[in-house]
C-alpha cells in the first residue's frame, strides 16, 4: 500500500501524507494479487476526491513505480469472470498483449491504458 501510496503522489500530484490511509479487502481476495494495485489507486483517488468509481467499471492491473501499467497474467479469466458479473468496462495493462481485442467480450468494454493517470482521467474526468 505504501508504494502505491508513493506513485500516486509522485505521478498524480496527490498529498497523501497529511491523511490516515485505511484499506478493507473484502473476503476471498489474495493481497498478494499485483491485479489489485489499479483499483486500490482508483479508490485512493475516489475516496480523497469522494467521487466515487463507477460500479460497472473494474480494473486489472499492476502500477508500478513510474505509473506505468504492468500486464497480469490470466487476463482472459479475469475478463470472462468481469463479463460473468455484470461489470461493462474493464481497464487493463496495453502490455498484456497484442490479443487483447480478441479477448474482448460482447458485453464488456475493455480499456487498455499504459500509464496509471490515463486510468484516473478516464474515471474521474
Not at 482508483?42 to 476526491?49: D, F, G, R
Not at 504492468?70 to 498484456?96: C, H, I, T
Request: proline share 3%.
Amino acid at each position: 500500500l505504501q508504494m502505491l501510496l508513493a506513485v500516486l503522489e509522485k505521478r498524480a500530484g496527490l498529498r497523501l501524507g497529511q491523511h490516515d490511509v485505511f484499506l478493507n479487502i473484502a473476503g476471498g481476495l489474495r493481497l498478494d494479487d499485483p491485479a489489485l494495485d489499479a483499483a486500490v489507486c482508483a479508490a485512493v483517488v475516489s475516496s480523497l476526491n469522494d467521487l466515487p468509481i463507477p460500479g460497472d467499471v473494474c480494473l486489472a492491473a499492476e502500477v508500478g513505480l513510474s505509473g506505468e501499467m504492468r500486464a497480469v497474467p490470466r487476463l482472459d479469466q479475469r475478463l470472462a469472470e468481469a463479463e460473468k458479473l455484470g461489470f461493462k468496462e474493464m481497464y487493463v495493462s496495453q502490455f498484456n498483449g497484442k490479443n487483447l481485442g480478441e479477448q474482448a467480450r460482447s458485453s464488456l468494454r475493455v480499456q487498455a491504458v499504459g500509464r496509471l493517470d490515463e486510468v484516473l482521467n478516464g474515471l474521474f474526468g
